[in-house]
């Protein structure tokens, strides 16, 4: 019994990130170690303070920044429930905090930088917003896609 229930519950997590990444038009992905080393030299000269990463999926990136930014507070959001939920339970540094949101409706600001790993697509529809969202000097750090 107990192993079918367990049989359950994984059917019912897998479902549910399939279904999530249609409906989000992306899988969560974890970011590449190379990448986010890189996104870090990207940031290093700039030092934000305060970081803000859209579409965190599973928080590799947000622990990468807050071990490279020791002052920095890095806000995540994600809308993905099953990379939300491993992110709430699992993340210990009292620095990072994850939002459940949209990230087209994240408040940029105040972020002395914005980090993100998304799909072309998402980068195309969250352009505009960048535009006239984030503060005079911030920085936008883009993993992999870029704005047009």
């Not at 409706?105 to 972020?111: I, R, S």
Request: with cysteine; proline share 7%; net charge positive.
């Amino acid at each position: 019994m107990a192993h079918a229930l367990l049989m359950l519950a994984v059917l019912a997590v897998i479902l549910l990130m399939v279904f999530q990444s249609e409906a989000l038009r992306v899988p969560p992905t974890p970011t590449r170690r190379k990448v986010r080393e890189a996104v870090v030299d990207l940031l290093r000269p700039e030092n934000p303070a305060s970081i803000i990463e859209l579409g965190s999926g599973w928080g590799g990136m947000a622990n990468t920044l807050a071990a490279a930014f020791p002052e920095a507070h890095i806000t995540c959001y994600e809308r993905a429930v099953i990379p939300y939920l491993w992110c709430r339970i699992f993340a210990r540094n009292p620095r990072i905090s994850f939002q459940k949101a949209d990230i087209f409706g994240a408040d940029l600001a105040k972020a002395d930088a914005v980090v993100c790993y998304l799909s072309p697509w998402h980068m195309q529809k969250l352009e505009a917003k960048l535009d006239t969202s984030m503060k005079s000097g911030a920085c936008l750090v883009s993993a992999s896609f870029p704005l047009s």
